[in-house]
């Protein structure tokens, strides 16, 4: 525990002892490295929770490398080697593309609640590859491969633990190695989840089938997911099961996007002191801004937030209209949300290649163009893992006082998308952006309503979950103006190379 001593706060110490006690006896023990094959009838749930800056992510990261340490495979969404019976597996969980790839980018190989629910079915020869990579079987000849080839994807895998990245960096397409998907049929072994306050109930019972091991991390002032009464599912899990964090200064002193979140807990505050706050905060520090306007450069890769569908799209709108597009059509760069499949059950292969590439509900994506077939997209998925998708697309502009969207342009049926200049604050539970806007104009509004969530104001739970959302910079909008764009979109930045023609012929309609 020397490591740990240096590293963790009091709080992290105690939750990684607990959660530690909680794999012995599973049968892994991440002390002494030993373990153990997995035994019928032996499960256990737990879940560490706190507010933003509390640590919650230095723990899991901590956890996974000490369970990796110890011997445990971690499974992803992209392969899974040969079973084994006395095989120990991890999988490390979020439920958006753009919340794993945040933990992806901490070093964390984490993949998306929907993508370990099906996996991929390789080519036998390239599997070969995949094995050799994983540590599981002898380096393979391939025919049409150099040995520069697999140097290549060898160093790639290290780096990164991406199978699929791995394979592309020697050169090959999804399309050489991936045959298809599969649901899973069989249960896993230890499952992390990220972000655990957006799972609804539903969500939750899945994971405890697949799971008989389950940490969920998540924060506890966050937005619960409609319909559930403002209650997540950790609250249900008994006392001893629940392991808080609180917020860890030595980490994130100096922090003023952190000082404001953590303000909104002083049930004395109203609206007016915290917007007083935020301005002399906006003062003494750049990192802050007190913004009289939205920036509309902004917009084009970090939503603004708001509270209300009305203001959401009345900035969409905005957007459009000062970069000059045209109804019929949408210019290169511009954000979309995808809102989900409209494929009908016959089609189902094609669903399950396209929500394995990312464009699952709620996934931002950047508009890279015209496809090379009528009603297709070619499309950069944020935070996905191999991002660049061409797929059958319909595309709804929703109008200020109009109760159905214009579509400028549409496939019979594919991936639906609304425009992502602005999302409403629920919708962006689980993201992160390096700057965020916040429209503070809808929360005062919300703060006039008097509204209430699990017996705290709505305003301030909103306010929390948006500010939580800024990495570096919080623009704090308190009015309704639109600066005008100093550069057209781009997305020249977006491009990684083409498309597969044989990706965009297999999701055609």
């Not at 190695?177 to 799972?199: C, H, N, Q, Y």
């Not at 019929?328 to 590439?357: S, V």
């Not at 910079?473 to 020249?492: C, E, F, G, I, S």
Request: proline content about 6%; hydrophobic content about 40%; glycine content about 6%.
């Amino acid at each position: 525990m020397s490591e740990t001593a240096l590293t963790f706060s009091a709080d992290q110490a105690e939750a990684h002892d607990r959660v530690a006690e909680m794999l012995r006896e599973v049968g892994i023990d991440i002390d002494e490295g030993h373990l153990t094959p997995p035994r019928e009838g032996k499960s256990a749930v737990m879940a560490v929770i706190g507010k933003a800056g509390s640590g919650k992510t230095l723990l899991l990261a901590a956890l996974y490398r000490a369970l990796e340490e110890a011997g445990v495979d971690v499974v992803s969404g992209d392969w899974e080697g040969k079973r084994r019976k006395d095989r120990r597996t991890l999988a490390i969980l979020a439920p958006t593309n753009k919340a794993a790839s945040v933990l992806r980018m901490r070093g964390v190989p984490a993949t998306t609640i929907h993508r370990i629910l099906y996996t991929p079915v390789y080519d036998p020869e390239y599997e070969r590859i995949a094995e050799w990579l994983a540590g599981n079987g002898e380096r393979p000849e391939i025919e049409g491969l150099t040995d520069l080839a697999l140097d290549r994807a060898l160093a790639f895998y290290q780096s990164n633990k991406s199978i699929p990245g791995a394979l592309a960096a020697a050169g090959l397409r999804g399309s050489d190695f991936i045959t298809g998907w599969k649901r899973r049929e069989e249960p896993l072994d230890v499952g992390f989840v990220d972000e655990a306050s957006m799972l609804d109930k539903k969500q939750f019972e899945d994971l405890r089938e697949i799971f008989p091991t389950l940490l969920l991390f998540g924060d506890p002032a966050q937005l619960a997911p409609v319909n559930q009464s403002g209650t997540m599912v950790f609250d249900t899990l008994p006392a001893p099961a629940k392991l808080e964090l609180s917020r860890i200064h030595r980490q994130d002193a100096d922090n003023p996007i952190l000082d404001l979140a953590h303000a909104l807990a002083d049930p004395a505050l109203e609206f007016h002191d915290f917007e007083r706050m935020v301005e002399e905060k906006a003062r003494a520090d750049d990192r802050v801004q007190y913004a009289n306007r939205v920036e509309v450069d902004l917009m084009a890769r970090s939503p603004v937030l708001v509270w209300r569908n009305a203001t959401r799209i009345r900035l969409i709108n905005a957007f459009r209209a000062v970069h000059g597009a045209p109804e019929t059509e949408l210019l290169e760069g511009e954000p979309l949300i995808c809102d989900g499949l409209e494929l009908p059950l016959k089609h189902r292969k094609k669903r399950l290649d396209l929500e394995a590439r990312g464009l699952i509900k709620g996934a931002q994506v950047i508009y890279l163009g015209p496809g090379r077939k009528p009603g297709f997209s070619r499309l950069h998925v944020i935070g996905a893992e191999d991002p660049q998708v061409s797929a059958a697309s319909i595309v709804k502009i929703e109008k200020p006082d109009e109760e159905e969207p214009f579509i400028p342009f549409a496939a019979r049926m594919g991936a639906t998308f609304l425009h992502g200049a602005a999302v409403t604050i629920h919708k962006a539970q689980g993201s992160q952006w390096r700057e965020v806007q916040v429209f503070a104009p809808d929360l005062f509004i919300a703060a006039r309503m008097g509204r209430t969530e699990a017996g705290q104001p709505l305003w301030k739970r909103l306010a929390y979950v948006a500010i939580t959302r800024a990495e570096e910079r919080l623009y704090w909008v308190v009015r309704n103006r639109l600066a005008k764009p100093t550069h057209a979109l781009r997305a020249d930045d977006l491009r990684t190379g083409p498309v597969p023609l044989e990706l965009e012929a297999e999701t055609a309609t």
